[in-house]
């Protein structure tokens, strides 16, 4: 009878396949995620149920800070840049080439346009800085905002206007930004929220 | 000279082909891998935020004789005041007579428990409708249109959301869950009146008088 040899197995995995999915993966995420991006004012937004995901593309964002302060942003560089030659043209200001590439790598911003030319020049650290969270002018006199987002819409009609107010504002500047939108005609907003947990949705009755 | 250095040379190879396997231990990369993969999940997909999704009437004349009156028995109108109060009434003032003030919070048991007693006939008819769904297995779509007609129920209370200027944003996103909790079709968020104020202030005054007997 002959002997059964039993094979020796090593005991080493052969990890190249493994490395292989770890890096397909990683490759896959690395192309898809986009970063959250920074915002020029930090929110804290209220949580609500909806589950509903904004869009990636096409957003036009109005922040309002705790403070009423309104900060403006759209997505897609090249009609940031035309957004701001329109916006110069209305308010006489030219603004040059270099100032119009860096005003479309800007998300979001929150101050007179008549301060965005000294904006503009400075380096985006110092931008972070408080004297220049002034907040878009939006009041009667001078809105501001309204003609900020007329343009946007003027340039893409595709743009969703979303709104991300923190949680403790007053109602009375929420009201005002949308009798604002509600003047230009603009009935369909989103709002956004972060999720909230809601364990138990319904109460024995 | 050139032998030994020859010699030396194939000495070394072999002595190293004996030695090193051509096989490279990747357990150190794919910790590497997954570590990274762990982070770019982490950083996409858990920041995106919700939205809530709303649509204001548009100032235009004519859409404001578009607003139905609103039969008074099935009206509710929420008043969202400071500190995170909720206060609200049925129906509006008929016959000279106020309609009653009730306060609230926006827990669990406070305004949703009213609001689903009041629209307890809708509740009970989505439990039905989902249980129709596993059962008999409706497609989506159908889903969707029964769901609609549920909703769209003639008797379904209709909630007017009106913000006193104490109020904060937050509020304002709270009754607008409710309306998405209990299912509520028709809403709208409107402009304080004084009749409003002027019914929180008697029910504020009426109750300190009532504490401090």
Same mark, same amino acid.
């Given at each position: 009878m002959p002997k059964v040899k039993i094979a020796r197995k090593s005991s080493a995995v052969d990890m190249t396949a493994m490395c292989d999915v770890a890096?397909?993966? +990683?490759?896959?995420? %690395?192309?898809?995620?986009?970063?959250?991006?920074?915002?020029?004012?930090?929110? =804290?937004?209220?949580?609500?149920?909806?589950?509903?995901?904004?869009?990636?593309? =096409?957003?036009?964002?109005?922040?309002?800070?705790?403070?009423?302060?309104?900060?403006? $942003?759209?997505?897609?560089?090249?009609?940031r840049i035309s957004l701001l030659e329109r916006m110069g043209a209305l308010y006489n200001l030219q603004f040059s080439p270099a100032e119009l590439k860096e005003f479309s790598l800007i998300n979001s911003f929150g101050l007179p346009i008549e301060? %965005?030319?000294?904006? +503009?020049?400075?380096?985006?650290?110092?931008?972070?800085?408080?004297?220049?969270?002034? $907040?878009?002018?939006?009041?009667s006199l001078n809105n501001q905002l309204k003609n900020w987002v007329t343009v946007s819409r003027s340039i893409s009609k595709d743009y969703r206007?979303?709104?991300?107010?923190?949680?403790?504002?007053?109602?009375?500047?929420?009201?005002?930004? %949308?009798?604002?939108?509600?003047?230009? =005609?603009? =009935?369909?907003?989103?709002?956004?929220?972060? +999720?909230?947990?809601?364990?138990?949705?319904?109460?024995?009755? | 000279m050139a032998e030994i250095a020859q010699n030396h040379r194939k000495g070394r190879k072999k002595r190293r082909s004996k030695k090193l396997s051509t096989r490279v231990d990747f357990t150190p990369m794919v910790d590497l891998g997954f570590l990274l993969i762990t982070f770019f999940m982490l950083a996409t997909t858990l920041?995106?935020?919700?939205?809530?999704?709303?649509?204001?009437?548009?100032?235009?004349?004519?859409?404001?004789?578009?607003?139905?009156?609103?039969?008074?028995?099935?009206? /509710?109108?929420?008043?969202?005041?400071?500190?995170?109060?909720?206060?609200?009434?049925?129906?509006?003032?008929?016959?000279? /007579?106020?309609?009653?003030?009730?306060?609230?919070?926006?827990?669990?048991?406070?305004?949703?428990?009213?609001?689903?007693?009041?629209?307890?006939?809708v509740m009970s008819k989505i439990r039905e409708l989902k249980a129709d769904r596993e059962r008999l297995k409706l497609s989506d779509k159908e889903f969707d249109q029964r769901l609609t007609a549920i909703k769209s129920d003639k008797s379904a209370p209709i909630v007017l959301i009106k913000a006193t200027n104490e109020?904060?944003?937050?509020?304002?996103?709270?009754?607008?869950?409710?309306?998405?909790?209990?299912?509520?079709?028709?809403?709208? /968020?409107?402009?304080?009146?004084?009749?409003d104020l002027s019914l929180i202030e008697t029910f504020n005054a009426q109750n300190k008088h009532s504490n401090g007997r």
């Open positions: 890096f397909l993966l +990683l490759t896959f995420f %690395m192309l898809t995620s986009n970063f959250t991006r920074k915002e020029a004012a930090a929110i =804290n937004a209220p949580s609500s149920i909806s589950e509903i995901k904004i869009p990636e593309r =096409n957003i036009l964002l109005i922040l309002v800070d705790e403070k009423g302060k309104i900060f403006f $942003g759209i997505d897609g560089q090249e009609n301060q %965005m030319k000294g904006f +503009l020049s400075l380096n985006p650290e110092e931008r972070e800085s408080t004297s220049y969270a002034l $907040g878009i002018p939006s009041d206007i979303a709104i991300k107010a923190d949680q403790a504002t007053a109602y009375p500047k929420i009201k005002k930004l %949308m009798e604002t939108l509600q003047d230009l =005609n603009e =009935n369909r907003y989103n709002l956004i929220t972060t +999720l909230e947990t809601a364990a138990d949705l319904e109460p024995n009755l | 920041n995106k935020p919700q939205t809530m999704e709303i649509a204001l009437p548009s100032k235009d004349k004519s859409a404001e004789d578009e607003q139905s009156v609103v039969k008074a028995s099935r009206a /509710i109108t929420l008043l969202l005041d400071k500190n995170n109060a909720v206060y609200y009434y049925e129906g509006t003032r008929e016959n000279e /007579i106020d309609p009653v003030l009730y306060k609230t919070n926006f827990s669990p048991t406070g305004l949703r428990q009213f609001l689903l007693k009041r629209n307890y006939e109020s904060v944003y937050r509020n304002l996103i709270d009754a607008l869950d409710e309306m998405a909790i209990c299912n509520i079709e028709r809403y709208a /968020i409107d402009d304080i009146s004084p009749f």
